[in-house]
């Protein structure tokens, strides 16, 4: 080997050690966040009529089977409303374009490799099948409704699937990878997504996960390009990373339920917007040490959150603060529910019992409103 | 474990009830096989020419000449104590192998618990072995049972010359096969190892016999080999109490923390297994015991498999002797105690390792102290002549012309009935004992290629197929391409209908793999075969759901499958047509229906219903019930 190859070869280990040929994917020092499992337990009003989705009969395996429920007016009472004819061992999505109307789609499951998808206009007494979906990803809101009939789904290999209307077939849109690939994705240092939704205008939005701290991962279309479009942390929570836990449309408007760093440095923050832009931040409230085990909203953007260690908070909306909730009642799968303003309630099952409750009275308390047997077909996805 | 679980009980009636009647069968061939032998020898013998006799020494009583065929030749006796001693070994064997919960139950019961302690790489020579006996249970069980009754008859009925150490080979190579692949290399890879479990594997030792019993008759006539032998078991036994006693293995406590220790824990499970009550009351009592007295049983146990290993090591009369009648109580005590019995702690294959190492014990020591004297000539001139043994004794003249006609001349016609007019009873058994292992190898050479697995398992869940005579109701409904397609357009081909959820988490999916897998086993035929299933639910009758299932069972690239949509009340007037159940039920449930599946033959007429409900989905009896179908569906061409 001549003097001026060992020179050169010792550059090329040099600059290798280096890390020169590596493409930098996040900021030096920004740990990769670990993907948060997000409970597809959840709860929404539209138009006065509340919709709750929650597993029932085994903790686990197939002879777990998730729920709708339907409740009509704050007054009323919870129905059972579950698609018919279909298993619902691999959970429930929800999307709802308006009143009485809900899009639902279930999840891959046991030998079911794709997505159903089946939708109500009479508040779940008749289901009528839309074309399946690839197969819905395993977060709540992996399928989003547009007024005009669109729908977005974010499927189990990170794949946007767009249906220009609900009896239209799916077509890919776009992918988290070649999201992460964009300039926006890029700022980002995008490392999954979590949700889609649209806007009240009808603009997709799509949420993740960020490498990058203190940038939340919201990302609109515009001019057939993806922006960054989350909202502007305060300086205090600057240098945490953020996940976008939710991203729903409720009263009108976007609502994204937000992490902000993790461990005992963890909080929650919610955001609404009305073009998917321009956003109003939550106070952080801290949840050092918990996570979220399920999240809900309510028909003028109100958020309710269930935590770890039964512990349950509320946010009425924009300008408001977040309020911590007496102990909640314990079950097997719990769910907080805002029917109406000023209105919570809450869900909880064990076994085949859903038991409904209500916060009543000063100070508040949590009373049992109504109990149903769900007629759980235990064994039915067992195979024999 | 990955191939053990077939989805059947052991005691299954229909694989049962399938085991007996080959069993029987197969028995009457060897019957058959034994009578046409002595019907040939027999007659052969009582041509001029012939030796008129039943022995080579033409003895005028039949039973003397018998026993002067078997036993005239002065074998050593300690290959003799190992060649009848293994025989009658292999035959209990043989018997252990035809119990009704063996062919279902050997896999689960037998190959995976004595695996599962092992490394993932025995496991996984251990999974293929029960996999090939799970996919072919009826089949393989009979062909190892005869195979072993094979064995034990050929060691038996050849007392020497190269008949007899090719039955050892037999036993050597056989041995092998139920020790690898049965027994896990006798769990020696495992955690626990210990002689008084059965380390090494019992089948090592019927192999380690067989290895001995291929050597040459000269070697039998020193006592090296007894030496050798005996040396050889010392070192093994020297190791075992060394690994007996080794701290940390939990043979020294008889309890600890308020668990039993390794061997009350062994000794409290073999009690718990059904059993006659003394022999369980007996083994309550050792476990009792050795909880109670943990250290010093094993003590006594580490004494007694040292000293026996050094006495046996020093190769000294002396010794030797009363430590080898010591060394076989104790086996006995341990066959007791430890292995209850070897086949009534469960599912028991063998005796265990303590008889066979009783044998090799005293094998050894006979080999040792009662070495034969030199050959008589005749005895040596037939050890060096061993192509006149296997069928005969009788030597061929030699012929002129080169190697091929030489083999000509001793194959040809009256070669072999020279051979046969001199053969002895013990040849004539050999042969037969030949045609035995035959009638299992070849079954099981069969159930190694054969790729699907039997129809016998897909029978014991569902039953068998039920014959029907009557024309198919037609319909005419959308296949998955969007096209119209009528069952009556199928006339002139078979027709494997069934009635699939396109939705469904569980059986549909199964179902139509194993449509997919019977039109691959049906090869060419099955271009006159169309697989046709019909939507039942009607909830999700969209073609995009009929494409969307295709798509996820890798159905869309199968030129003959068709699976059929249409509006709900078209859908439901076939469902009336063909008795079949759709029903939805409530709270997240899938749908209700029946899995059933119907062939229709070439005018248009069902001819056979069969159940598929694919039961537990396991790759053994999804085969299985893509072979029922494939089997129904050219039961069907041929009938045609």
Redesign the interface.
């Known amino acids: 080997m001549t003097r001026a190859r060992r020179a050169a070869a010792g550059l090329a280990l040099i600059m290798l050690a280096a890390g020169c040929g590596s493409r930098a994917e996040r900021p030096a020092g920004t740990p990769a966040p670990a993907p948060v499992p997000l409970s597809l337990v959840t709860a929404l009003t539209l138009a006065g009529t509340t919709w709750a989705t929650i597993p029932m009969g085994a903790p686990s395996g197939p002879n777990q089977f998730w729920q709708l429920f339907t409740l009509s007016g704050p007054s009323g009472r919870w129905s059972l409303r579950t698609p018919p004819g279909i298993a619902t061992n691999g959970a429930l999505v929800l999307a709802g374009p308006g009143r009485q109307t809900l899009i639902t789609g279930i999840r891959p499951s046991l030998d079911l490799g794709f997505s159903p998808v089946t939708a109500t206009r009479d508040g779940g007494g008749t289901w009528s099948s839309l074309p399946p979906e690839p197969g819905f990803a395993d977060v709540p809101d992996a399928l989003a409704a547009a007024p005009d009939g669109r729908l977005i789904a974010l499927d189990v290999n990170q794949t946007v699937q767009a249906s220009a209307s609900q009896q239209a077939g799916w077509t890919t849109l776009t992918t988290a990878k070649d999201l992460a690939a964009t300039a926006a994705g890029r700022r980002c240092a995008l490392a999954r997504l979590t949700a889609v939704a649209y806007t009240p205008a009808g603009s997709p939005l799509l949420a993740g996960i960020c490498g990058r701290a203190g940038t939340a991962g919201i990302f609109a279309s515009q001019d057939q390009t993806w922006q960054l479009a989350g909202p502007e942390l305060p300086a205090a929570l600057s240098g945490q990373p953020v996940r976008v836990i939710r991203l729903s449309q409720a009263g009108g408007r976007d609502v994204a339920l937000l992490q902000a760093g993790t461990g005992p440095s963890a909080s929650l923050l919610a955001a609404w917007a009305g073009d998917g832009r321009a956003w109003t931040l939550s106070p952080a409230f801290a949840i050092p040490g918990s996570h979220t085990v399920s999240a809900s909203f309510g028909a003028d953007g109100a958020v309710a959150v269930v935590l770890s260690g039964g512990r349950g908070v509320t946010l009425s909306g924009p300008g408001a603060t977040w309020r911590q909730l007496p102990p909640l009642p314990p079950g097997q799968a719990v769910v907080l529910a805002l029917p109406a303003p000023g209105t919570t309630g809450l869900l909880a099952t064990a076994g085949s019992m859903l038991t409904a409750w209500q916060l009543t009275g000063q100070p508040a308390r949590w009373t049992r409103t109504q109990s149903v047997k769900v007629p759980i077909q235990y064994g039915s996805s067992s195979g024999n | 474990m990955p191939g053990m679980n077939n989805g059947l009980d052991p005691d299954d009636p229909t694989v049962v009830a399938a085991s007996r009647a080959a069993l029987l069968h197969q028995g009457l061939i060897v019957l058959l096989i034994f009578a046409v032998l002595s019907v040939a020898w027999v007659s052969v013998r009582g041509q001029p020419g012939g030796s008129r006799g039943w022995g080579r020494e033409g003895s005028a009583h039949p039973l003397a000449r018998v026993r002067a065929g078997l036993w005239a030749y002065g074998e050593p006796a300690g290959r003799q104590v190992l060649r009848i001693g293994f025989g009658l070994l292999w035959l209990a064997d043989a018997v252990l192998l035809a119990q009704p919960g063996m062919a279902a139950g050997l896999p689960s019961q037998v190959i995976g618990p004595s695996a599962v302690t092992s490394p993932a790489w025995v496991q996984h020579v251990a999974g293929w072995a029960g996999n090939t006996w799970s996919y072919q249970p009826v089949e393989v069980s009979s062909a190892a049972l005869w195979i072993e009754a094979g064995i034990g008859l050929w060691l038996l009925a050849a007392p020497r010359g190269t008949s007899s150490r090719l039955a050892g080979l037999a036993s050597l190579t056989w041995g092998l096969v139920v020790w690898v692949f049965g027994e896990s290399f006798g769990q020696i890879f495992a955690p626990g190892l210990s002689w008084l479990s059965g380390a090494p594997g019992a089948a090592l030792l019927y192999a380690v016999a067989g290895a001995l019993l291929v050597l040459p008759d000269r070697a039998w006539r020193t006592p090296r080999l007894g030496r050798a032998l005996l040396g050889g078991l010392g070192v093994f036994l020297i190791g075992m109490a060394v690994l007996q006693a080794w701290p940390g293995r939990g043979f020294w406590q008889g309890a600890s923390a308020g668990q039993p220790g390794t061997l009350a824990a062994l000794a409290q499970t073999l009690a718990g297994t059904p059993q006659p009550h003394a022999l369980s009351a007996l083994l309550s009592g050792f476990a009792s015991l050795v909880r109670a007295h943990g250290f010093a049983v094993n003590l006594v146990t580490v004494i007694v498999l040292a000293a026996t290993g050094l006495a046996f090591l020093s190769a000294r009369r002396r010794v030797t002797g009363p430590a080898v009648t010591a060394f076989i109580g104790v086996c006995l005590l341990a066959w007791v105690l430890t292995e209850d019995l070897g086949f009534l702690g469960g599912l028991g294959a063998d005796p265990g390792s303590m008889i066979p190492m009783t044998l090799l014990a005293g094998g050894g020591y006979l080999a040792l102290t009662r070495v034969p004297a030199a050959p008589a000539p005749d005895e040596a001139l037939a050890e060096e002549a061993p192509a006149a043994e296997i069928g005969t004794d009788a030597i061929p003249e030699p012929v002129a012309g080169g190697l091929r006609d030489r083999w000509r001349e001793r194959l040809g016609p009256a070669a072999l009935h020279r051979s046969l007019t001199a053969a002895t009873f013990g040849a004539m058994m050999s042969l037969g004992a030949i045609g035995v292992i035959l009638l299992g190898a070849v079954p099981m050479a069969a159930a190694q290629v054969t790729p699907a697995a039997s129809v016998i398992l897909a029978q014991s869940m569902d039953g068998a197929a039920n014959a029907m005579d009557a024309p198919a109701p037609d319909f005419t409904l959308t296949d998955q391409h969007g096209r119209q397609m009528s069952l009556a357009g199928l006339h002139g081909k078979v027709v494997l209908l069934t009635f699939l959820d396109p ?8 179902i139509a793999q194993e449509f997919r897998a019977a039109g691959q086993l049906l090869g060419a035929r099955s271009r006159q075969v169309e697989l046709v299933a019909v939507n039942i ?6 073609l ?2 009929i494409r ?2 295709d ?2 069972e890798r159905l869309d690239t199968v030129p003959n499958w068709h699976f059929l949509t249409s509006n709900p009340a078209r859908l439901r007037q076939v469902y009336r047509a063909y008795g079949v159940a759709s029903q ?9 229906h029946s899995d059933i599946a119907f062939v229709v033959d070439q005018r248009g007429h069902l001819v056979q219903e069969l159940n598929v ?5 396991t790759a053994i009896t999804k085969s299985s019930f893509a072979a029922e179908l494939a089997d129904a569906a050219s039961q069907t061409l041929r009938s045609a």
């Open positions: 939705v469904c988490v569980t059986d549909c999916p199964l639910n009607p909830l999700y009758s969209q995009a759901y969307a299932f798509h996820a939805t039920l409530p709270a997240g449930a899938m749908l209700g409900d694919p039961g537990p989905g």
